[in-house]
């Protein structure tokens, strides 16, 4: 038996194999990923934004070109109950697995619910039955995002939710809303909040920060600070917690580059270029879009769509005031339309995706190979659950409710001006 069959056998988790039981798709825990880009070193894998059909068509071509482990993402807001794409947090998982097993895909993926938001009390008691319904769904990865709340708000919510996340799956945490160079995340505060965790018995895998990106298309030209990030995964060093890197559309292939190669993130998230290059739009070599004298988006003839379909979704956008990242809004009205389009369309659609999440991952992220390191460490751990890596260190009784409320307010940072910062 090759190690393939024998990952393929032991490493996906129960709710997988409920779904799939004659599945050759290697879908397994988000922590899986993680561990084969810190074993490989100074790696980071994409955590693509799967909006559309055609792109998580792309990005799984590529990721078997590459060799490497890949996560495949839908956020709350965008795959939700009020979704805005048409894949959503309890359909992603079927598509990816069809995919797979079509084109004969072997390296492991994991299915990550970006984004989980939790504002508000409601928000929490509405999640301890949806967190469990996309679960059941395939979902291997979350990512919890009380970072709208106050430093005490969110690390509460975050050990509220908790029981309602499977033991073994991958988990996401994250400080400081993403608000561009604007509230940037500091070490006390990350600190904070894993501390916290880590003394309920929580180990998140990543922790996402404000560290100086947007979402959507970079327009400030600021980007990653690296240095800042850096300090912070330092400072968090001994919880072995890995950086997930959000906004990375628009940052320059050198900055990705220093993300990986200086910092601990293993995760970078890729959406709104992976959109753009399907459409057929302008871009640059690090994936931001090129614009008009007007602000618009620039399609390239014979590219992506065909260029009526282009022009009756410009035309709704037009009509409905959409502009820039807000782009993002056709997915939903016009998935249907894309794919129904001719095989040579989606086919040429399809490929600009892969070859630019394959560059991503060979020439940039350090991925190369990480698939079968992954493949290589299930076999090893012969289970679906590798475990955390690390260790409960903080006295609990030292993170009461009270206990934390009362750290949270010796907290400084600035967090910036409010406002609706959700992708």
Known sequence: MSDFDRALKIGRPPTIEKLFPN?????????????AMRKKGGAMTIAANGRSHIVIRGVLAAAQRADAAVIIEIAKSEGGANAYCPTSLWNMARQVDQVMN?????????????HYALKTEADLEAAKTEIPSIFDAGITSIAIDASHQPDDENLLANIAINPSIPEWAGLETEV?????????????????????????G?????????NGTTHGIEASGSGIDVELTAEIHDALAPYKVSGAQHGTSGNDSD??????????TTKANVATALQLLSWGMEVNEFGNAAMDENGDLIKIEGEGLTEALWAEMKAYADERGIKGSNFKKLNLPFENKILGQSRDVRERMEKRVEEFAYTL????FNATGTGSLCVEDIVECGSFNPGPKAEVIEDKSEWTVEKIRE?????????GPDGDYDE
């Open 361 to 364: 991952l060979t020439g940039v």
């Open 255 to 264: 900055r990705l580059r220093a993300i990986a190669e200086k910092t601990a």
């Open 102 to 114: 079509e084109l004969g895909v072997t390296v492991p993926v994991a299915i990550h619910c970006d």
């Open 176 to 200: 400081g809303e993403i608000k561009g160079t604007l509230g940037l995340s500091s070490p006390e505060e990350a600190l904070f909040l894993i501390q916290g965790l880590n003394a309920h």
């Open 407 to 415: 750290k949270a307010a010796t907290i400084t940072t600035d967090k």
């Open 23 to 35: 599945s050759k798709a290697l879908l397994v825990s988000g922590r899986y990923i993680d561990r």
């Open 202 to 210: 929580i180990h998140a895998d990543w922790i996402a920060l404000n």
